[in-house]
């Protein structure tokens, strides 16, 4: 936490950038490397407020600070730091979570979440019939189930009773009961590619084949509707699902209304009878919910038929049992607006992410040039079926043999890389029956983050912004490595030079004059005053304590012990004098002093101040570190560039 928070310091105090500068003209040079006049008006300015010393508010002023940094930045890449493990390791971590901001496009993902949003609104009723077949399944296998539900369709499209087609020959289980009915459905209740194609086919249309994690799947739309606005209930639900016949709790559900007609309180019969322990717990109160959402179609009409709030219900029976409903609060649909935020995190999380993906990938693509070649045919016959087990052994391919797999700008990957990419995925993969399959979804792995990487690649060249961002966060990452390495942490081990150095500035931690005596504090001005009386008696202060906070009160507050003559924890106005001071009044407390002597000035001891010889130690090793940089790095400024920027400045 303390390496994050010097880090922000650092980055805040410079933001460097190193994309390509328009302004041309050198401000200075570091061992014959320019330091562009812009890249230090863009800091200047970004970061004057922040800039405590009025002696550096100048140009001339921050000139110094910027020089000592960029000095800093040039030993870190000559001490190799750039190149140690754990930097690499959190650059790269920054680095791909920054690039994801720029990779996911704006457009691209308001566009989903608007669509999403505008699915919300409306609800679709369909049935469907499947033909299971999975991913990885064999050519074969999936041809087989593909002509399958083509010639279904046929039928369906010759006007063959859908529902009857879908008890015959649906493979879901339990269409034969349901004839393939799934009632009213919105956003985010199926997966996205059966939800689109839903909401895509007009009320009455057979949909096109679809194909999901599931198997193949034709769609019948027999309604659209605009979602009910969610409402918020109660109830009191006697089950069907114990050993209790439905005659029974036919009765009990019945003499709980009759309860209710005669004035009992709907929260405590929900708390006392109620089968849903999770709901009868708070009275009975239900999360909001929506028309289709629970799956229990009884139960919402009576619930969507309640006019007011505190109108109850007649009892209903579901499939769970008997129900009285008790409407609490009729709630409006979101707006967009309000939604967003909520959309995006579960677009996100869901299997629409594809769908951006796909977006993301088509748009690289489209924006550098992509080609690809056929692999599929070579890497069946070159992949063995050991890849199945985790336990291929991959030898790299001969020159000839190593053909392009694709293409993005002039940047050419071959079968090579894929192969290696390949191997190295075994150990993660999921399990697959049919290596074709498997080949092909890695190889989908492979080129999405290869056109990442080559987006990422670029990005720094082509967006003035995210070169701004990420330099600011590489620079202040090796800052904080040189920083570590040559002054923090040398201050922090020696030990010697730290006492070495205490000793040599004695007159840096001597004290104020200090007081030696005890603070009385108290809310209570009579317990002040008895304080005082017994001060005056001559009663030690453990005394006065132990006498005036009895029963485990504290009555009054005592700090014993020796107090700068500055002290805040002395009144405001004190009179610095040997015995017994007055009484002393606060906003909100009364307080009394009582001074055993008066210490002259001492030196402190050096466990006292140890804290404080650290920091001004480091401050001194920080400041011979920064003359030997200055000695070994040679800086000429131009003089003309500064002069010019002055005026620009005003400065």
């Given at each position: ?382 992949v063995t079926d050991s890849i199945l087990k985790k336990k291929w ?52 792995e492979f080129e999405t983050n290869e056109l990442k990487d080559y ?127 007055e009484i002393y009044r606060g906003d909100t407390t009364f307080t ?60």
């Amino acid at each position: 936490m303390k390496r994050n928070l010097i880090l922000s310091v650092i980055i805040i105090l410079f933001s460097l950038s190193s994309y390509a500068q328009k302004d041309k003209e050198a401000l200075m040079t570091i061992n014959n490397e320019p330091i562009y006049a812009k890249e230090f008006k863009r800091v200047y300015k970004k970061n004057l407020e922040l800039v405590q010393e009025e002696s550096q508010k100048s140009v001339d002023g921050y000139l110094d600070l910027f020089i000592d940094y960029k000095m800093k930045v040039a030993e870190a890449y000559a001490q190799n730091l750039h190149k140690n493990k754990e930097y690499v390791k959190d650059f790269g971590k920054y680095e791909e979570q920054l690039s994801r901001n720029y990779i996911f496009d704006t457009n691209i993902t308001e566009e989903i979440i608007k669509e999403a949003y505008n699915r919300s609104l409306e609800e679709v009723e369909a049935s469907h019939i499947l033909i299971k077949t999975s991913w990885d399944s064999f050519p074969q296998d999936t041809l087989v189930a593909y002509n399958k539900i083509e010639q279904i369709r046929k039928r369906a499209l010759a006007g063959e009773d859908f529902n009857e087609l879908a008890k015959k020959t649906s493979e879901e289980p339990g269409s034969d009961e349901r004839e393939g009915r799934l009632g009213y459905f919105s956003a985010f209740d199926m997966v996205y590619p059966f939800e689109s194609e839903a909401y895509n086919t007009p009320v009455g249309g057979v949909s096109n084949i679809i194909r999901t994690q599931f198997g193949y799947h034709i769609i019948k739309v027999t309604d659209r509707r605009k979602k009910a606005a969610p409402i918020v209930t109660s109830h009191i639900m006697v089950s069907t699902m114990k050993d209790t016949s439905a005659a029974n709790a036919k009765d009990r559900i019945n003499e709980i209304y009759g309860l209710l007609q005669q004035g009992e309180s709907f929260e405590d019969l929900a708390k006392q009878y109620s089968d849903d322990k999770a709901t009868g717990l708070n009275g009975g109160k239900m999360r909001p919910f929506s028309k289709g959402q629970l799956k229990a179609p009884p139960f919402e009409e009576a619930a969507y038929s309640l006019k007011n709030p505190g109108d109850i219900s007649k009892p209903v029976q579901t499939r769970f049992g008997w129900h009285i409903i008790r409407l609490e609060e009729k709630l409006v649909i979101p707006s967009y607006e309000d939604q967003v935020n909520e959309l995006e995190k579960t677009i996100k999380g869901s299997d629409r992410l594809k769908s951006i993906t796909s977006a993301v990938n088509n748009k690289i693509k489209k924006k550098y040039g992509f080609e690809s070649y056929d692999y599929l045919p070579f890497f069946e016959t070159f992949v063995t079926d050991s890849i199945l087990k985790k336990k291929w052994k991959y030898t790299p391919l001969p020159k000839k043999d190593d053909r392009p797999i694709f293409k993005i700008g002039e940047k050419v990957y071959r079968f090579n890389d894929f192969a290696a990419y390949l191997s190295e995925r075994q150990p993660k993969l999921k399990t697959f029956k049919y290596k074709g399959a498997l080949i092909e979804a890695v190889y989908d792995e492979f080129e999405t983050n290869e056109l990442k990487d080559y987006f990422k690649q670029n990005l720094e060249m082509e967006n003035e912004e995210y070169a701004g961002i990420i330099q600011e966060y590489r620079d202040g990452l090796l800052i904080f490595e040189v920083m570590a390495k040559n002054v923090w942490n040398k201050a922090k081990n020696d030990t010697l030079g730290q006492k070495a150095f205490y000793e040599k500035n004695l007159d840096k931690y001597k004290s104020q004059s200090q007081l030696n005596g005890a603070i009385f504090t108290s809310s209570q001005e009579e317990v002040i005053n008895q304080v005082a009386d017994l001060l005056n008696q001559g009663v030690s202060p453990i005394e006065i304590k132990e006498q005036i906070n009895t029963g485990g009160k504290t009555n009054v507050l005592v700090t014993l012990g020796y107090f700068d003559i500055n002290s805040t924890e002395l009144p405001k106005n004190f009179e610095l004098k040997e015995g017994v001071s007055e009484i002393y009044r606060g906003d909100t407390t009364f307080t009394i002093v009582k001074t055993n002597f008066i210490a002259p000035p001492r030196v402190k001891g050096f466990n006292e101040v140890k804290g404080r010889v650290m920091s001004d130690f480091q401050n001194e090793l920080e400041k011979e570190w920064i003359k030997s940089l200055k000695e070994k790095y040679t800086v000429k400024v131009n003089e003309k560039a500064l002069k010019k920027l002055k005026k620009e400045l005003g400065s």
